[in-house]
């Protein structure tokens, strides 16, 4: 060592360009991985009026209540099955009242035109008794012949009134169709499939919803870890930089102020990331709440510290035999197969008749009592049996029922191909969540491995063992260590996410038993 100025000039070893290139990769990449496993969010936090803590469970039920796609979904359910209670009228009478009143400007008549009539009479005798007294003492009877004649008579136009011109009508209709060819009962079954259809895109909303509010859940808490974890190594950093400068200015023989303003920058660096890292969290939290059906000014915080990690444990060939059990998706299918199935028996049923029992029962009110307007006429009812035989209608019926058919052969072949590619998303799902445990066993020996190799270069770095650029790169390592371990935590849960969301929830509580916690 020499005198050179108020400060002693160290001789060290030049910093290799090497090694300095290797501290800056290293926390370019710890900053690039932390910025890409946080949640996104715009570049100003809103501000939270409203911050509670909530465990995952009542999060789902805020988010199950909140969610406006839920009730939506309820809705079609409810207009499915209208839609199936009116088939179901089909099968039952039809009964109607009528009524109604009229006033005609005059009352209704029929004349009868004048007309002759020629009345013959024949020959006939007849006997004529001439009282006593005329022609003797005693009566006398005198026997009269009268010869054959034709009467004439004219008869003058007549004006008959039929009804007077204020009338009110009452009447009760019925009408039961008693064969249809099978037309009613593939209306029923296409609705019922409708119904079940439905049913299935509300449990699709719900799997839909739960999914979504995991991932923010597990994405606040992450953001959460990465956060803590920019705090912490921050911290060290910093520490090291007084370190270092303590032995910058004490003059030791292996630290220079190039190695200073190394360390400088690179906790600046990681101040800077802090400050994303913090708005990330506070970002997350909010899009939890929005996820929630909750305010925008509302913020929610993960009541849990830790991702869940439950390695899955089961068969990949009953696992997915179990999805077509539970899947929405399957089931919806099946669903439109049935209704399908349904549309060809409607179809059919044109070429058969159609049978209906038919009955009136009327009342008529008319102040008069002649004419038309007689007692007989003013009550009465009427049955009847009604048939509609179609004969040749252009093949309409043919074609329909063609058309009908090949429907049904497209959503069976549909079917061959959504169990193929269910099959294949849950093999994927699966050999991912299998993958995701082998990187959490990886990551995690590498994290124990990086924390430990930083506490020996620090205590090596203390007793100037060991250059700056190796202290400054090990604790980065461990930082980007650790995120990649949170991380890989984070992909397993929301695999497992994935695939509740995939093959249904009922899936999962069947499969309680194979979960290794």
Same mark, same amino acid.
């Given at each position: 060592? &020499?005198?050179?100025?108020?400060?002693?000039?160290?001789? =060290?070893?030049?910093?290799?360009?090497?090694?300095?290139?290797?501290?800056?990769?290293?926390?370019?990449?710890?900053?690039?991985?932390?910025?890409?496993?946080?949640?996104?969010?715009?570049?100003?936090?809103?501000?939270?009026?409203?911050?509670?803590?909530?465990?995952?469970?009542?999060?789902?039920? $805020?988010? +199950?209540?909140?969610?406006?796609?839920?009730?939506?979904?309820?809705?079609?359910?409810?207009?499915?099955?209208?839609?199936?209670?009116?088939?179901?009228?089909?099968?039952?009478?039809?009964?109607? !009242?009528?009524?109604?009143?009229?006033?005609?400007?005059?009352?209704?008549?029929?004349?009868?035109?004048?007309?002759?009539?020629? *009345?013959?009479?024949? !020959?006939?005798?007849?006997?004529?008794?001439?009282p006593a007294g005329m022609f003797g003492p005693n009566p006398l009877q005198i026997p009269v012949s009268v010869p054959s004649q034709t009467v004439t008579y004219t008869a003058p136009a007549q004006d008959?009134? /039929?009804?007077?011109?204020?009338?009110?009508?009452?009447?009760?209709?019925?009408?039961? /169709?008693?064969?249809?060819?099978?037309?009613?009962?593939?209306?029923?079954?296409?609705?019922?499939?409708?119904?079940?259809?439905?049913?299935?895109?509300?449990?699709?909303?719900?799997?839909?919803?739960?999914?979504?509010?995991?991932?923010?859940?597990?994405?606040?808490?992450?953001?959460?870890?990465?956060?803590?974890?920019?705090?912490?190594?921050?911290?060290?950093?910093?520490?090291?930089?007084?370190?270092?400068?303590?032995?910058?200015?004490?003059?030791?023989?292996?630290?220079?102020?190039?190695?200073?303003?190394?360390?400088?920058?690179? *906790?600046?660096?990681?101040?800077?990331?802090?400050?994303?890292?913090?708005?990330? @969290?506070?970002?997350? &939290?909010?899009?939890?709440?929005?996820?929630?059906?909750?305010?925008?000014?509302?913020?929610?915080?993960?009541?849990?510290?830790?991702?869940?990690?439950?390695?899955?444990?089961?068969?990949?060939?009953? /696992?997915?035999?179990?999805?077509?059990?539970? =899947?929405?998706? %399957?089931?919806?299918?099946?669903?439109?197969?049935? !209704?399908?199935?349904?549309?060809?028996?409607?179809?059919?049923?044109?070429?058969?008749?159609?049978?209906?029992?038919?009955?009136?029962?009327?009342? %008529? %009110?008319?102040?008069?009592?002649?004419?038309?307007?007689?007692?007989?006429?003013?009550?009465? %009812? $009427? $049955?009847? *049996?009604? /048939? @509609?035989?179609?004969?040749?209608?252009?093949?309409?019926?043919?074609?329909?029922?063609?058309?009908? &058919?090949?429907?049904?052969?497209?959503?069976?072949?549909?079917?061959? +191909?959504?169990?193929?590619?269910?099959?294949?998303?849950?093999?994927?799902?699966?050999?991912?969540?299998?993958?995701?445990?082998?990187? #959490?066993?990886?990551?995690?020996?590498?994290?124990?491995?990086?924390?430990?190799?930083?506490?020996?270069?620090?205590?090596?770095?203390?007793?100037?063992? *060991?250059?700056?650029?190796? $202290?400054?790169?090990?604790?980065?390592?461990?930082?980007?260590?650790?995120?990649?371990?949170?991380?890989?935590?984070?992909?397993?849960?929301?695999?497992?996410?994935?695939?509740?969301?995939?093959?249904?929830?009922?899936?999962?509580?069947?499969?309680?038993?194979?979960?290794? #916690?």
């Open positions: 060592m &020499r005198s050179g100025g108020p400060f002693m000039i160290v001789k =060290s070893p030049v910093i290799s360009s090497r090694r300095l290139k290797v501290a800056v990769n290293v926390g370019a990449m710890l900053a690039v991985a932390c910025c890409a496993f946080a949640v996104r969010g715009d570049s100003t936090a809103p501000p939270s009026t409203s911050d509670e803590v909530m465990p995952l469970d009542e999060c789902l039920a $805020v988010a +199950l209540q909140n969610n406006h796609r839920r009730p939506a979904s309820r809705f079609a359910v409810a207009v499915a099955e209208a839609q199936h209670r009116q088939a179901l009228s089909g099968y039952w009478p039809q009964l109607k !009242a009528q009524a109604s009143y009229q006033h005609m400007d005059e009352p209704l008549n029929f004349v009868f035109p004048a007309s002759v009539v020629n *009345v013959p009479t024949p !020959a006939s005798t007849a006997t004529i008794t001439v008959v009134r /039929l009804m007077n011109p204020d009338s009110f009508l009452g009447s009760v209709d019925l009408s039961w /169709l008693v064969y249809d060819g099978g037309m009613r009962g593939g209306l029923r079954q296409q609705a019922q499939g409708y119904v079940d259809a439905m049913k299935q895109e509300a449990r699709r909303t719900d799997l839909d919803i739960g999914d979504s509010v995991r991932r923010m859940y597990y994405g606040a808490i992450l953001a959460r870890q990465l956060r803590q974890l920019g705090a912490d190594t921050l911290a060290r950093m910093e520490t090291t930089l007084k370190l270092t400068e303590t032995m910058y200015r004490g003059g030791a023989g292996r630290v220079n102020k190039t190695d200073y303003l190394d360390a400088k920058v690179m *906790v600046e660096t990681i101040r800077a990331l802090v400050a994303q890292l913090d708005k990330n @969290e506070a970002m997350a &939290r909010a899009a939890l709440a929005n996820t929630m059906g909750l305010s925008w000014q509302s913020s929610i915080t993960p009541k849990d510290s830790e991702l869940p990690y439950t390695p899955l444990a089961a068969d990949l060939p009953a /696992l997915v035999g179990d999805a077509y059990e539970f =899947s929405p998706d %399957w089931k919806r299918l099946e669903a439109g197969l049935q !209704a399908s199935d349904g549309a060809v028996k409607t179809a059919r049923s044109g070429h058969f008749p159609k049978v209906a029992l038919t009955g009136n029962l009327h009342k %008529w %009110w008319n102040s008069y009592n002649a004419g038309m307007a007689t007692a007989a006429n003013k009550l009465g %009812w $009427v $049955v009847g *049996v009604g /048939l @509609e035989l179609p004969i040749f209608d252009g093949f309409l019926v043919r074609n329909q029922v063609a058309e009908a &058919r090949a429907r049904l052969d497209q959503l069976k072949e549909q079917r061959f +191909l959504l169990r193929e590619g269910l099959g294949l998303q849950i093999k994927d799902i699966f050999l991912s969540i299998d993958a995701a445990r082998k990187a #959490h066993d990886a990551t995690l020996a590498a994290m124990t491995a990086a924390s430990e190799n930083r506490d020996l270069n620090l205590r090596a770095y203390q007793n100037e063992l *060991v250059e700056t650029d190796k $202290v400054i790169r090990a604790q980065l390592t461990e930082a980007l260590m650790s995120a990649q371990y949170y991380k890989n935590r984070y992909d397993h849960a929301a695999l497992l996410s994935q695939l509740a969301l995939v093959v249904g929830t009922e899936i999962s509580r069947h499969l309680e038993g194979a979960f290794q #916690h």
